[in-house]
């Protein structure tokens, strides 16, 4: 009887049939794998050109809005499919954005520093103008002893 290498695999009727089967496969079967990676590839790409061109498209409309979150994900789409000069609008509007969020941060952090310092005591904030502007005042008093910190955007 012949020896056989560890790795060999004895050839009996059923390894026979599947060889057959293996070698009967249509072309199209055999690169099933490949044409669906392939397909893939496709996709992606199409998804790609079509995110450049609705961001493309709307861009004058995107540079108009003022909502930095609605900048922020159009920089970041932009920015997966390849653009870059082309968001330039985008990234002056969200900077002009960010820069209205911070002076309407300063100024309602000045009105809370008035108010604050406006009364000395919740008492007599409360006996001129009640119980309400007590509370704001107390509020106030609050937020200004802790330091103004200007909150930061994410990253564009």
Not at 94 to 120: I, T, W
């Amino acid at each position: 009887m012949a020896m056989s290498l560890p790795s060999q695999v004895p050839h009996d009727a059923e390894a026979t049939n599947l060889e057959r089967e293996a070698v009967s496969l249509p072309n199209n079967q055999e690169n099933a794998p490949v044409a669906h990676f392939k397909a893939v590839q496709e996709d992606a790409r199409n998804r790609e050109k079509e995110i450049r061109e609705r961001i493309l498209g709307s861009l004058a409309e995107l540079a108009q809005s003022r909502d930095g979150y609605v900048l922020r994900t159009a920089i970041a789409e932009g920015e997966s499919v390849g653009l870059k000069e082309e968001l330039a609008p985008l990234r002056s509007a969200l900077a002009e954005v960010d820069e209205l969020r911070k002076a309407a941060l300063l100024k309602a952090r000045k009105a809370q520093e008035k108010l604050a310092g406006d009364f000395k005591t919740a008492k007599e904030a409360q006996d001129f103008g009640g119980p309400i502007l007590a509370a704001q005042w107390r509020a106030a008093v609050k937020e200004v002893a802790k330091p103004f910190v200007m909150p930061e955007g994410p990253e564009s």
